[in-house]
């Protein structure tokens, strides 16, 4: 299924987001920068896209972790998800966290998220005085099994 998502460059230098196979749920995200950002182990810093996006109502952009920065690096968002709501029109910026243990250095042009786009459900909570039971019930972390 395919969805227009208009896009807007706020610095010619920003890169489009691009899908890296046909089958590919989400577009990379590249960082725009003017200088090389070194992070520490441990240590966050907020890297700019250079773009805009307007995500459709009823949609929600999640910023995601690029597995092969995760894996191979230990970058990763530092929320884990981001996300984009489809009333916002400011840049894409990624506070990217390094969980590793050596220094990581992020060059312009790099990918370094990847936005999946996906329809959301708003719920309507209502107050209740009880909830229906389940198997489960009020088993917490772990109650599913042992593996």
């Not at 370094?112 to 389940?134: K, N």
Request: with cysteine; proline share 3%; charged share 20%.
């Amino acid at each position: 299924m395919k969805q227009t998502v208009r896009f807007l460059k706020l610095d010619k230098r920003a890169i489009a987001p691009t899908y890296g196979s046909e089958w590919a749920a989400g577009a990379d995200l590249y960082a725009l920068m003017d200088t090389p950002v070194t992070l520490a182990a441990g240590e966050t810093a907020l890297i700019h896209t250079g773009i805009a996006v307007e995500i459709p109502e009823g949609y929600v952009g999640l910023v995601c972790a690029r597995s092969g920065l995760a894996t191979k690096r230990g970058l990763a968002p530092a929320n884990k998800v981001g996300v984009i709501d489809a009333d916002y029109r400011g840049e894409i910026m990624v506070a990217l966290h390094n969980h590793g243990s050596l220094h990581q250095t992020i060059d312009d042009g790099e990918r370094i998220a990847q936005l999946v786009i996906v329809p959301y459900l708003t719920a309507e909570y209502t107050e209740a005085t009880e909830l229906s039971d389940t198997v489960r019930g009020e088993g917490g972390f772990g109650s599913t099994g042992t593996r």
